[in-house]
Every structure is written in C-alpha cells, then in structure tokens.
T-cell receptor, first 118, second 116 residues
C-alpha cells in the first residue's frame, strides 16, 4: 500500500484563487511528521510547511496552511491567493520515527504539478 | 509507482572514515538522479545532479571532493562522503527522474548519517 498518496497529478488554477492539494497517508506509528515541499524547475526542494502528529493546531506559514485531519489521515495543503510563482511541483512527505537506533524514514508522494493561469 | 531504493537507511561511522550511500531505481531507468541533504524541519537542499555516464553537477557551496557522486548506470547512483566529520551528519535523500525533464520524480527513503 502507498504510504503517501497524492491523487492529483496536475492542477490548473486561476491566479488569485485558493487551491487545495490533496494528500493522504498511511502509518501505524503514533509519532510522525508531515511535510509539504515545493519543487520549481530548478530542482531544489523548498520546504513549505510541517505538521507533527501531536500538534493540536493546524500548521500555517504565510499563504500556506495545512488542513490536518488525523482521523482521516489526510494532510491537504491550502494555498491562498495563488500567484504565478506558485507554479511548480508540490510534494507531500511523511517522516516516520522508529525506536530502534533512532531510525527514521522519509516517504514522499508522487507529487502534484500546479500551474497558475494568469 | 516507480520505486527508488536507498541503502543504507541509516549508518553510524567514526570521524575520518568514508561512507557510501547507494541509490537504485528498481523498475525504471533514471537518466538523471538528484542528491539532497536535509536538515531537521527544513527543506531538502539540492547537493548535485548526476547524469548517467557523465560527471555530476554540484550546487554552489557543495564540495565535490568531499561528496563524490558516481552515476555509472541508468539504475544506480552512489554518494560517497569522504573523510566524514560530525558536521556531515545529516539526512541524505536521492531521487530519480523518469524520462525527460518533465518526467516524474521518484524519491528514495533517505539515509541518516551520523558521524561520531
């Protein structure tokens, strides 16, 4: 089974509109972290937002917010007032922490290509 | 989906030793592989881009003599951290590009390096 599922391979959104990028995850560990990354054409992964599994409130970072629904195991990214510069690939990722030797694993979804239309 | 396997997933080594991390694309040919380094709760930092059969292209500030990257085949790229020091302790992740520049990017699960 997929650990991280992003069901939207591509999205087109009008400039200034809000957009929601879907992400669902699967883990049996109580302690985990969820990330969203943006990858422009340059290749570098740009960290956007982080949500810990024990965080009580949804994470927000400027125009980015994470709609964390723990029971549904979803962590959708919401971008408000989209801009042309938001056009990029967006990856959802989950970090699982294992007790043995401090091992951890980072699993990425396949990404969503967001295109902002002027 | 396509799978990229990274090994080892974690490694502890003594200062001064070298460590090799392998990145394999299991069911596709990756003409381009990217190596990233990630600090806690921060973005992945692109270290270098490697193309099969040619020298890797390193990002500014990344020491090519310290982080040796080899992309000998379409399914295997390796990162060797030479003469590792505690400041090299980090999470390293690779990704393979399937197809052209607009192809899908698949990530390995990462390798946690701890240098004592």
């Amino acid at each position: 089974a997929q650990k991280i599922t992003q069901t939207q391979p591509g999205m087109f959104v009008q400039e200034k509109e809000a957009v929601t990028l879907d992400c669902t995850y699967d883990t049996s560990d109580p302690s985990y972290g969820l990330f969203w990354y943006k990858q422009p054409s340059s290749g570098e992964m740009i960290f956007l937002i982080y949500q810990g599994s024990y965080d009580q409130q949804n994470a927000t970072e400027g125009r980015y917010s994470l709609n964390f629904q723990k029971a549904r195991k979803s962590a959708n990214l919401v971008i408000s007032a989209s801009q042309l510069g938001d056009s990029a690939m967006y990856f959802c990722a989950m970090r699982e922490f294992f007790s043995n030797f401090g091992n951890e694993k980072l699993t990425f979804g396949t990404g969503t290509r967001l295109t902002i239309i002027p | 989906g396509a799978v990229v396997s990274q090994h080892p997933s974690w490694v502890i080594c003594k200062s001064g030793t070298s460590v090799k991390i392998e990145c394999r694309s299991l069911d596709f040919q990756a003409t381009t592989m990217f190596w990233y380094r990630q600090f806690p709760k921060q973005s992945l930092m692109l270290m270098a881009t490697s193309n099969e059969g040619s020298k890797a292209t390193y990002e500014q500030g990344v020491e090519k003599d310290k982080f040796l990257i080899n992309h000998a085949s379409l399914t295997l790229s390796t990162l060797t951290v030479t003469s590792a020091h505690p400041e090299d302790s980090s999470f390293y992740i690779c990704s393979g590009l399937q197809g052209s520049n607009t192809g899908e990017l698949f990530f390995g699960e990462g390798s946690r390096l701890t240098v004592l």
